[in-house]
């Protein structure tokens, strides 16, 4: 380093270390910037050595706090009787119990919901996602689907704005895949017409060497570098291979992107005769929603023929039809050693915490890689290795520094209606247009701004998170102003309820708590349980009972909102550990 202007060396180095120093890359089009990236450690080593097992975990029973951290892990929010009744069956028995369960479909509620705008808007599809959040009984299947939804994004915020059909296909097939296989849901993801309208390979066309067309590149860098495997090659516990020169080792280049576009080409809409006026301009609107319930065709006459390059010095040999194509270079991307610790690690941060130790990746990478039968991909393991770790299961480890995750904003509005029977007269959940960070909660369910989702898994706030070399993806939309717009939104939503639309109010139902208010501390002692599971510091507690002790008695549904609002905008609730 040298020294800049009046920044010395040393001031620099500091910058670098507390993630300030970041990367930004100017264009014609873009010319304040279209590329920013912080620099950030991470760990790396050229050998790699297993993690040792962690302690055992005590048997028998889960205690109520046990299962009100469990359920916050995997659902959208625990339910005091859903606390109660786990510390009676357990944690296996309610796993089996859930993967058991039919699929709640998105789908057949659009079909039956009487809407005339169906067809033209987003609102629906949001109305299906938190009625489904809030209501569903299959509650793990919707919260992993919802993850998925933010590691294989696909956003409204696209060319699919108007489509309400093609967010709720889509959704299905991550709620199917989301106790399948990985390498299937790789597939459907890949065929979903959804995903290639948003990642342009549907109707991805063949190269034509007198026009210089060359095949769309998106899609094929997209299910690599955010998929699948990641940019640099991963050690099974998520830390870097590093070179003999002490650099990443990066998983593709250039050719390879080439050659996994090839093989995306010639895919468009199913439900479609395979003509070419079908092609060149697709008759969707002849078939009412048919199109985003089946996966993409291929026209073969649309797909490369050339020989194709993908991961590891793999060459598919030229003239193979377009399902041998797609099928190899999937297989080859699954295989890839990477995969189970780049996916795995982001599910483990979706659900339990921000910074999984290199153990706990290492332990779920082991599922990933076999279930115990031999079966690769496993989706079912992998959940129930992340959801019983020591990582996930034990106290002994929430006080660790960096330990435990945000809870981002559309767990926390789903939390408060699931814990306080949140319910419309209308039958369904009317909440719309949740983006602002002023007015809303700064967050809206499936309209992610760009394939890089809400927020980044290795972004890190600078400062003193970044020093110590730890991840906060949920930060990445957490400012000045998210903090007190989600605070105002809560203080009325807690006491009034959500009303979207005139005459169709989500209102809350505090029957069950308001006696409790009666004796603050037996009321608090029930809130801390039922929203921190159990790990409110003293020092809140304290003050929340001095508060609600000074609230007239005559009015008990007083001190619980009050009492509510103040811990969901408290750092015991919105850090979940």
Known sequence: FEQVGATTVPQIISALKSGRLYLNIH?????????????????????????????????????????????????????????????????????????????????????????????????????????????????????????????????????????????????????KNAFGNFRQLLEDVTLSPAMGRYLDHLQNDKEDPVTGRNPNENYAREVLQLFSIGLYRLHPDGSLVLSEAGLPIETYGQEEVKGFAHVFTGWSYGWLPKTEENWIYPAIHNNGNQFWRVPMQNWANHHSKLSKQLLDGTVLPANQTAQKDLSDALDNIFNHPNVGPFIVRQLIQRMVTSNPSPGYVHRVTQKFNNNGSGVRGDMKAVIRAILLDYE???????????????????????????????????????????????????????????????????????????????????????????????????????????????????????????????????????????????????????QLITVLSAMPSNNPQARVTTAVHLILTSPDYVIQK
């Open 27 to 175: 264009s014609a089009r873009y010319p304040t910037g279209e590329i920013r990236g912080h620099f950030g450690a991470i760990n790396g080593s050229q050998t790699f050595t297993p993690p040792p097992a962690p302690p055992a975990l005590p048997g028998g029973l889960p205690t109520q706090r046990d299962a009100a951290r469990f359920l916050t892990q995997a659902t959208f929010g625990p339910r005091y009787d859903e606390i109660t009744a786990l510390t009676s069956k357990g944690f296996d028995v309610w796993l089996n119990e859930q993967f058991a369960l039919p699929l709640s479909s998105h789908l057949t509620y659009l079909d039956v919901t009487p809407v005339v705008n169906k067809d033209t808007d987003q609102r629906e599809m949001m109305e299906s996602f938190w009625k489904h959040a809030v209501t569903s009984p299959d509650q793990l299947r919707q919260r992993i689907a919802f993850a998925l939804s933010e590691i294989l994004v696909v956003s409204f915020q696209s060319n699919l704005a108007g489509d309400a059909f093609a967010l709720a296909g889509y959704m299905d097939l991550l709620n």
């Open 392 to 542: 996930a299961r034990s106290l002994n480890v929430i006080g660790n520094q960096g330990y435990g995750k945000m809870r981002e904003p559309v767990l926390r509005f789903s939390h408060l209606m699931r814990a306080f029977n949140y319910t419309c007269p209308c039958g369904t959940y009317p909440i719309y247009w949740m983006d602002s960070q002023e007015y809303a909660i700064g967050q809206n369910p499936l309209r992610a701004p760009s394939v890089f989702n809400f927020f980044e898994p290795g972004y890190s706030h600078a400062g003193h998170i970044a020093t110590a070399g730890l991840h906060s993806p949920e930060f990445q939309i957490t400012n000045d102003t998210s903090v007190i717009g989600i605070s105002d939104f809560f203080h009325y939503v807690v006491r009034d309820g959500f009303k979207w639309e005139e005459g169709r109010p989500i209102l809350p139902n505090y029957s069950s708590v308001n006696p409790l208010a009666a004796n603050p501390a037996q009321l608090i002692d029930h809130l801390d349980l039922v929203l921190t599971s159990g790990g409110m510091s003293a020092g809140l507690k304290n």
